[in-house]
DNA sequence: GTCTATATAAAGATAGAC
DNA sequence: GTCTATCTTTATATAGAC
């Protein structure tokens, strides 16, 4: 399919329910059966629109890299200080896991990538790196204006800021924690804002590269 | 089992490899077969061992959880600045993710918990709190000695912490990269570091409960 | 697009011999 | 402790009718 615009309304259905299969359970946590039985027909019409599990889950990894470039750039023009596009970001990831505690789809892909496709983890590298790009781009700004401050890389702490959220998903699963990214995630722009008010030369150690 | 030196040589090497194969692949990217090939037995042989597949995974994860404590041990007593410790603490991660790129077992457990029984549950619950308390205490004390400055609680603190390395394994194994727990800690280490050289008052603001 | 029927393989597990 | 044989269930997938 060109685009997802172009899905029938059972095959969205289809990527709907996969999607949150692979959220909740992993790519092999779940099984057509589980897809067929939540929509009422039988195995076989999954095929019929997903010929492959993989191709499933190849349609709902770009659909989900897609999603998150819009809201994106739906942050960037709603919210103009960098702290706000940053807790705008950090909801992103806690609207995810406060529905029914669900993983971001490439946290639970990136750490099963071991049983995947070469395809799907291509689409995997491909949304971390937009999503490492535009954090690094709101860093760079942010510290230029003085509004964040830190003493690494706007690479390093946008892979810190990153891999915090994602590993948050992770731990407050595993504890059956309410609101683990949120409190990740606002804890660290408190740190990055308060370290900002403080700061008297809040230069980058190692350059904004 | 009372503990795990009672295992049998022939039980310490499945254990083994369930828990690379569980890093690795996770608890539902793998199955006996995998096991018996690689030693060189057949399935029924590993079933006499460990009747279930639970019970395998119950023993690697009280095992890994065992050993971590040990480990946090010995980096209390090797070095006694918080600093040190918590790049003692990041060369865990480091450890584990640079033998052929392995997940915390605990992260990956973690991110599939919605497939896994109630005792496993309860092993992560119990893994992550051994951490965050650990963590905490570290950060509790380098900050009442002037070596690490940050603007949230020690606990908050150490769920960022914590949540980083889990996530660095995550999006680093997903993007393909050979150091990303090292990258993400020592990183870290610098921003708590030297906002403890620049900082007046690092007072916390919400306390260190 | 959906169905029944079926193929094929793999999974977790057990019985009972050696 | 390990084996062969077997059970039972599930998974992914295909063929072909409606």
Redesign the interface.
Known sequence: MKHFSDLSPTAERIVDIAERLIQ???F??FSYEDIAGEIGIRKPSIHHHFASKESLALTVAQRYTDRLKQKLLAIEESQSSSPAQLAGYVELFDETYTEE?R?CT??????????LSESI?FE??R???VNLAWLAEVFGRGRIAGELS???SDK??A??F??????????G????TAS?PK??GQ??I??LS??AS???ASQP?TGSD
Chains 1, 2 share one sequence.
């Open positions: 909740q359970r992993g092999n946590g505690r993983m490439f946290g639970m892909l990136g750490a099963e990538c071991g049983t983890r995997i590298g949304f971390f790196a830190f003493s690494v390093d702490q892979l810190i990153l891999s915090a959220l994602e590993g948050a998903m992770v731990v699963k595993g504890m059956e683990c409190q990740v804890a660290m408190a740190s308060a370290a403080n700061a008297v150690l």
